[in-house]
């Protein structure tokens, strides 16, 4: 265990500096970006320590680890984030841990989620994933909805009880006009979120960025990053 915590201190030191050396060439405060450190795959042990080490935000993609892993550590001062694509049948589960769902990407979604953290008695705070290699109207490969869709959406979040509309996620596409364009597409980003904070004002969270390429995503204005592997490292039969 002290060789792991050894290990995990380490490598968020070097994150930490990246966002450190980010922030301070694009004219930014290091706590204008808020580090969320994705544990997918990994165990509760880790997440313990890395709580120990002074992590905050973490991040799961798949309910069915991460429901067993908030239980396990419920006990620790954490904010969970739900940041993968989230099935109608598991919001009832990730209704009664996560504290943001970054994912959300359809009426329908919306709907469930709101009567979930009703029945739960929670507030969610939600986030739009916004597909940058869809066209206006479609969605992404991996999830998210068109640009052209952001603001219909960001009503029905605003609007539903147990909800409250924190922003927009999005993940650097891997097809498309922005593809192998990070800096461009953090920066397109960005520009809905102005737009969105027009008409909604507190939804002032930009999620954005990963290990590969949180200094484009941190030079464009991002207030969140999402960091796995440069923190945990590579699993075996990961690679």
Request: neutral net charge.
């Amino acid at each position: 265990m002290t060789d792991r915590k050894d290990e995990l201190a380490t490598n968020l030191a070097k994150v930490e500096r990246r966002i450190a050396d980010a922030c301070a060439a694009a004219g930014r405060e290091r706590d204008e970006v808020t580090l969320i450190v994705v544990t997918k795959t990994y165990p509760a042990s880790d997440v313990r320590i890395l709580s120990e080490l002074g992590v905050r935000h973490v991040a799961e993609n798949r309910d069915q680890d991460a429901a067993p892993k908030a239980a396990a550590c419920g006990d620790l001062p954490l904010t969970w984030h739900f940041v993968g694509q989230l099935q109608t049948n598991k919001v009832r589960s990730v209704a009664g841990y996560a504290d943001f769902v970054q994912s959300v990407d359809r009426a329908k979604l919306v709907t469930a989620l709101s009567k979930e953290a009703v029945r739960a008695g929670r507030e969610l705070g939600c986030l739009i994933q916004v597909a940058l290699d869809a066209g206006e109207s479609a969605r992404g490969e991996r999830g998210g909805v068109a640009p052209g869709g952001i603001e219909e959406l960001a009503g029905l979040v605003a609007a539903a009880p147990g909800l409250r509309l924190g922003g927009l996620m999005t993940v650097a596409p891997l097809t498309g006009e922005y593809a192998g364009r990070e800096q461009a597409a953090f920066g397109r980003l960005m520009s809905l979120s102005t737009d969105l904070r027009g008409s909604h004002p507190a939804a002032t969270m930009v999620s954005a960025g990963m290990s590969a390429d949180l200094e484009q995503a941190v030079a464009a204005g991002a207030t969140h990053v999402r960091v796995g592997s440069a923190v945990l490292g590579v699993r075996p039969g990961l690679r």
